[in-house]
């Protein structure tokens, strides 16, 4: 039976963060809430009720600041224990904390805070801290600025995290009555692939209720000891949601890594229950797996084999249409060949698999699925915090799922994907006019993606609209989905389409960094940098014969016909890639113009 927006409006009723916080405390108290990783490797941890101490310190620390309701706290924190306590802490003031990216510049800072109206800024370490402070000139409501790690030489802040917990406690339960559901929850600053971030207005009863969606999506009677790694920018609507959210809400042990390019070992040792990750955290997995069995041809061509013929039946299991014999054969496979690639990657003991804010290559989904990865895809944005349409268990590759519990979800006119529910923010902050031009009278938000849904109401996402090609023939093409079969190179790891009033459509190509290595070494070819091995005409040869077998579902107008091979991975939060690996399309043909140049004219 299929649940809807009204049934959760009434679940969450008179509901907000602090009170389900609360509630978790209660069901969950003894339980770990959080674990890190210390400076000598050692791990430490934090209870439910350990953690709801904590927060009432520091809820009486923030409000000693000056720190109440209506106001904005904005945080530079990496994925720390702290974070979770200050952002709790906040809200339970009935004040929105604000999560930056924590590469953010001075200027960056000066107009997300200033956008934001913050009067308290709080830094991880010494370098945040100059860098907010920089900022602070240019911003007359922001008062005071804390810092959590201060420095052997104490940088002067306004307080510290250590003062904020020396605070007697607050009353938590009295607290959690002072933010109302309408009341401001957070804002979302935008990435800003397309223009200057905007502030997506978030509120308590949006959170409240996409939990409430989630949790029926799930299926789960309990979520008590379920694990997962936080390691994306708290920034981010996933990592918000998934990773602070939903984990102090439902109960979820959280292992905070800092560091991102750490996920895979905190993986291996977390073996996380729970695993999101945007589409390049599972193409680098897949690129290192298949690099690895690479180096051994026999083991190879075994993997090979059993994936081959367990494909089929792993996707008849899906929808129980599998046999017995065939369930068997499956068993067996995975005994023999899948269970231990799991084990290695560290997702042997995964139940609910994420990918999403990108789009992931079909083939590369069904193959993490083909070795008893349960990967699933996602769609949504912040303006949806997050969930749109997702489908965890009758998974069809290529789709991004069905609409998620509660949530309604139709194509405009033009094929643009609209949705309306509880989990549709409440407009930008202090832009009007681009709000009502993507929320409709009936309430209806407009994506911005062109979309398709098949007779059983699963979503595929042709691509953004802004983001359409249009050759100088005036053809409409996809970027997303070229580049999303350019990645099936096994020598690519990333790739941008080129395209727009272009004769045709070509690509610039970046080597996969596990595993060009690997096939230099395979083939003898000697290099001194990824650069150099970029320019290696053998190299060039296998990557053009993979572009025939990566175009041949497109018509030749669609087609892309050249590539350029780099050699340098594009790196998050750069010119060319967001904080979450989303291209950025102008910042990639103003860095590259010279080589896309040489493509048409060379």
């Not at 150099?532 to 040869?541: K, S």
Request: net charge negative; glycine share 8%; with cysteine.
């Amino acid at each position: 039976m299929t649940i809807t927006a009204a049934e959760l409006d009434a679940r969450v009723e008179g509901m907000n963060v602090p009170k389900a916080f609360l509630q978790t405390v209660a069901d969950n108290g003894s339980q770990v809430a959080l674990r890190w990783k210390n400076d000598d490797d050692s791990w430490s941890e934090m209870t439910f009720d350990e953690l709801a101490d904590k927060v009432a310190r520091a809820a009486a620390g923030l409000a000693a600041q000056g720190v109440g309701h209506g106001d904005r706290v904005m945080l530079m924190i990496r994925n720390n224990h702290e974070f979770h306590v200050l952002d709790l802490a906040a809200l339970f003031l009935g004040a929105a904390p604000v999560s930056i990216y924590n590469s953010s510049s001075p200027e960056q800072i000066a107009y997300l805070c200033g956008d934001a109206g913050a009067t308290v800024a709080i830094a991880e370490d010494v370098g945040f801290y100059e860098s907010i402070v920089k900022a602070q000139g240019e911003l007359d409501k922001l008062e005071k600025v804390g810092i959590i790690h201060d420095s052997a030489e104490p940088v002067g802040a306004d307080f510290t995290y250590a003062e904020l917990l020396a605070a007697d406690p607050v009353d938590l339960a009295a607290n959690a009555e002072i933010a109302k559901p309408d009341d401001l929850a957070t804002l979302i600053y935008t990435s800003g692939t397309t223009g200057p971030s905007k502030g997506v207005m978030i509120d308590h009863h949006n959170i409240t209720w996409t939990l409430e969606c989630l949790k029926e999506a799930i299926g789960w009677e309990s979520y008590a000891q379920k694990r997962i790694v936080s390691y994306l920018p708290m920034a981010h609507i996933a990592e918000r949601m998934t990773g602070h959210y939903q984990a102090m809400m439902v109960g979820l042990e959280v292992t905070c890594c800092p560091d991102p390019t750490q996920i895979a070992a905190y993986a291996g040792h977390v073996k996380p229950n729970i695993m999101f990750g945007v589409p390049r955290v599972w193409e680098k997995i897949y690129a290192g797996v298949n690099a690895a069995l690479s180096m051994d041809p026999e083991k190879e061509k075994a993997v090979s084999e059993a994936l081959e013929a367990a494909g089929p039946i792993r996707e008849k299991m899906t929808f129980g249409t599998a046999t017995e014999e065939e369930i068997e054969t499956y068993n067996f496979l995975d005994a023999v060949a899948f269970s231990t690639i799991r084990e290695l990657v560290g997702l042997d003991q995964v139940e609910i698999a994420i990918t999403g804010a990108a789009p992931i290559p079909a083939e590369m989904l069904a193959w993490f699925r083909t070795i008893g990865v349960p990967l699933s895809e996602i769609y949504g944005l912040s303006e949806t915090c997050g969930p749109t349409t997702w489908e965890p268990y009758r998974v069809k590759p290529g789709s991004v799922g069905i609409a998620a519990p509660g949530v309604e979800v139709a194509l405009a006119e033009d094929g643009e994907v609209i949705c309306r529910g509880g989990n549709i923010f409440r407009g930008y902050l202090n832009l009007p006019e681009k709000t009502a031009e993507v929320l409709d009278d009936d309430g209806w938000f407009h994506t911005g993606d062109i979309g398709e849904i098949d007779d059983e109401g699963y979503l595929k996402i042709v691509d953004r609209k802004k983001e359409l090609i249009i050759t100088a023939g005036g053809k409409n093409l996809s970027p997303a989905n070229l580049e999303a079969a350019l990645k099936m190179i096994p020598l690519v790891g990333q790739a941008c389409a080129i395209g727009d009033n272009r004769p045709f459509v070509s690509a610039l190509v970046v080597l996969d960094p596990d595993a060009a290595p690997g096939w230099a070494a395979a083939n003898g070819v000697e290099y001194s940098s990824m650069e150099e091995l970029a320019q290696n005409e053998t190299l060039v040869e296998e990557i053009n014969k993979g572009l025939t077998d990566a175009m041949a579902d497109f018509n030749n107008a669609e087609r892309v016909k050249k590539v350029k091979v780099l050699g340098d991975e594009w790196m998050p939060d750069s010119e060319v890639l967001t904080p979450t690996s989303k291209l950025k399309r102008r910042g990639i043909n103003t860095r590259f113009e010279q080589e896309i140049e040489a493509i048409y004219n060379g």
